[in-house]
């Protein structure tokens, strides 16, 4: 499993997304991808309570520590990997959290059109 190429949504080097927590499919800080990543866990997304009580509400659980994993649990503030399409729904839910366009890597592009990641970005000049 290697990583495609570390490209962000901007066409530029992808930047680390997060390392405390330890996020990424790869557990190496950035939002890499490749096909095994079914999810494609390629946006960078800083968490609020309103996202994350949205995503345990359609069945995934952020907020909670589940040790056996190796995941701390998320709180708002965290960034993390998001995948593409949660991202999207709850973009079109009205609670997408901010983004670093930066961090969001490419393949976020083939689920989410750039405007909408535009409209959430932290890091958009």
């Given at each position: 499993?290697?990583?495609e190429d ?16 330890l ?7 950035s ?43 998320l709180?708002?503030g965290?960034?993390?990997?998001l ?9 079109d ?11 969001t ?6 689920v ?7 409209a959430?970005?932290?890091?958009l000049n």
């Amino acid at each position: 499993m290697e990583p495609e190429d570390s490209i962000n949504v901007l066409g530029e080097d992808l930047e680390p997304c997060s390392t405390n927590p330890l996020t990424g499919f790869f557990r190496d800080g950035s939002c890499n991808t490749c096909a095994a990543d079914q999810g494609s866990h390629t946006v960078c997304a800083v968490m609020t309570e309103e996202f994350l009580a949205f995503s345990k509400y359609v069945g995934n659980d952020l907020s909670t520590a589940r040790p056996e994993f190796g995941f701390p649990g998320l709180q708002p503030g965290d960034q993390w990997c998001l995948c593409a399409a949660r991202f999207a729904q709850a973009a079109d839910e009205g609670c997408g959290p901010k983004i670093r366009l930066a961090s969001t890597h490419h393949r976020a592009l083939d689920v989410v059109p750039i405007e909408t990641l535009k409209a959430h970005a932290l890091d958009l000049n």
